[in-house]
């Protein structure tokens, strides 16, 4: 039986600049922005029209346990834009109690009494997108805040959680940034420890198509650590990550105990959960569904599809089951790992087709489980920490092949 949505991801595109590695769905509006009534004012709020409008769209509701306002930089936004988002969310869909409602903020894109107006409006989460502290890196990745910027938001977030004023907060790292090394990255590593952010993320760095980074990469001008360089620190990471409580509790996100975020865990189960704004994808019921990157083409859709209802993933009829080896992925990129016999139990397999379709995964994983980068308790099947984790895509890929053979 299919379990109606408890997430919403919420999309604000809105960036001061766009960042030399980034090549999501933004809209760069320059650095002084006021976006109640000063420059780029009409763009975001006519936005934020249209995005309220796909918001009420939702024919089948139910109350939510998480949401998440990312981007973009939503802390571009007036904290009562951002109410106003919230409270849709409560009089529309309703909001449970005790809910975890995150909101990622840039350094140096708000100040401490934006931080309680956004606490005020609601918030009772907050991702902050450091990814370095070293002023070179910073620069080298078109970032437009220093180090010192980082370290005063830390403060600021440190004394709410303190004074219970927020539930958590998480801050954000990319390792393997042009021009670090072993020593810079520790340093990064243990000035993030020493502000203790109750969750950390660390995502390596991906050199995406159309971006600066691929620009000067094809020019030979992107001096990246190598694949020894990188291992070393990935190894370092979950060295100092761990000496200082940290659980990995998924390939890229760590917390303190009790403080794993509940709305990432939605998608790392395979769970539903709508999104909204330009270039989200949503998967309320075992579809996914990109919006139109483009903010005009996103206005134009969301006018087709409150008009017609276009879009039959976000209809309730629609529900379909995630197929297998997405089941697999998902389950292995978590610390828990996943019951692949389970998983065969659930898509109708006999003892006879789950032997020897287990029989030839093994066999295609053998190396890895040689190699202890994949490990397993019956037949549950994990990751090990750090090195099955880095090296990770490797074991997915020879699923994915294995996936692909027996259909």
């Known amino acids: 039986m299919f379990k109606l949505p408890r997430s919403a991801y919420v999309h604000i595109p809105f960036c001061h600049r766009r960042c030399f590695y980034c090549d999501f769905s933004i809209v760069p509006i320059g650095d002084e922005v006021n976006s109640l009534n000063g420059e780029q004012s009409k763009v ?40 106003e988002l919230i409270s849709i969310f409560k009089s529309h869909y309703g909001i449970d109690y005790g809910a975890e409602i995150t909101m990622e903020v840039d350094p140096a894109s708000f100040e401490e009494n934006d931080l309680y107006g956004f606490i005020n409006a609601g918030i009772n989460r907050f991702s902050l997108g450091a990814q370095s502290f070293n002023n070179q890196a910073l620069k080298q990745a078109g970032r437009r805040h220093k180090c010192k910027d980082i370290e005063e938001s830390c ?89 200082s409580g940290y659980l990995r509790y998924e390939i890229s996100n760590y917390s303190l105990p009790g403080y794993q975020s509940r709305h990432n865990r939605v998608y790392w189960k395979g769970l539903g959960w709508w999104s909204f704004g ?21 206005q134009k859709w969301v006018i087709d599809q409150c008009d017609k209802q276009l879009e039959e993933s976000l209809l309730r009829d629609s529900k379909t089951k995630l197929e297998l080896d997405e089941k697999i992925m998902l389950g292995l990129r978590t610390k828990e790992g996943v019951n692949i016999k389970k998983l065969f139990i659930e898509e109708g397999w006999d003892k006879d087709n789950s032997r020897k379709f287990m029989s030839r995964l093994l066999k295609s994983w053998q190396k890895y489980r040689d190699t202890d980068l994949l490990l397993n308790e019956g037949d549950r099947f994990f990751l090990s920490d750090p090195k099955g984790m880095e090296l990770s895509n490797q074991i997915l890929i020879t699923m994915f092949n294995w996936w692909d053979e027996i259909n």
């Not at 801050?171 to 020593?183: A, G, H, T, V, Y």
């Open 155 to 243: 403060k600021w977030l440190k004394n709410a959680k303190k004074n219970n004023h927020i539930k958590s907060w998480s801050l954000d790292l990319i390792q393997n940034l042009p021009k670090s090394n072993l020593f810079t990255w520790q340093k990064d590593l243990e000035k993030t420890v020493s502000f203790s952010p109750p969750h950390i993320s660390i995502y390596d760095l991906n050199v995406e198509e159309g971006t600066v980074f691929q620009k000067l990469q094809d020019l030979g001008k992107l001096p990246l650590p190598n694949q020894d360089e990188s291992f070393e620190n990935s190894q370092l990471t979950s060295k100092i990550l761990n000496n």
């Open 278 to 298: 330009q270039g989200s994808t949503s998967s309320p019921w075992g579809i996914r569904f990109s919006r139109p990157r483009n903010i005009n083409e996103y």
């Open 44 to 83: 975001i709020n006519d936005y934020l029209y249209f995005l309220k409008k796909e918001i009420l769209s939702i024919k089948h509701k139910s109350p939510l346990s998480t949401i998440y306002i990312g981007g973009g930089t939503p802390s571009i936004l007036h904290p009562t834009q951002i109410a």
